[in-house]
């Protein structure tokens, strides 16, 4: 998994596509960040699995605050009637673009499901960016020490500030 802060937001990339492994990453987002909000983006990998556990995934997703379910790779007919079964239009919803006009506070937003999902990511990201000034952190990846240390560089502090700050974050 993949963890980005923006401002009072998480950002979470999980391989999860089962309802037991997005309950346990759900059940685990809920005792790390106690009181915010849950959005799920769900990136289905096959329709008989869908189908199959259609209540396990009306029932995990029940646990967020909403749920967008992505389409299928390559749609047919069998895909599109599974997706059918699980949009509620209520609570559980077909991804669109509105997510990324939207102002959201105090967010967790869980991508999950076996496709990477990075290219929507990097346009929520963008999103944020383009609406409002933020800083990202992320942690997980290698490159965690890097960003860092660019950060404190570009607020112009000098060496011993950016050390002290460094360690802060």
Known sequence: ?????????????????????INA????????????NLIVIYHPDRPKRLTMFLN????????????????????DSEKKDALNKIIDNMKIFMFNESIYIKDYSNTVFLFTGSKDMKKLINNLIKSFNEQRDFGVITEGA???NSIINDYTKSLGLSESEQTKLAEKL
């Open 142 to 144: 290698d490159e965690f």
């Open 56 to 75: 396990e995934y009306k029932k995990v997703f029940s646990l967020s605050q909403t749920t967008y379910v992505l389409p299928f790779l390559n749609m």
């Open 25 to 36: 990453t759900i059940s685990a987002i809920k005792q790390e960040f106690p009181g915010k």
């Open 1 to 21: 998994y993949n963890i980005t802060f923006i401002k009072n937001n998480v950002i979470i990339d999980d391989y999860g596509h089962h309802p037991k492994e």
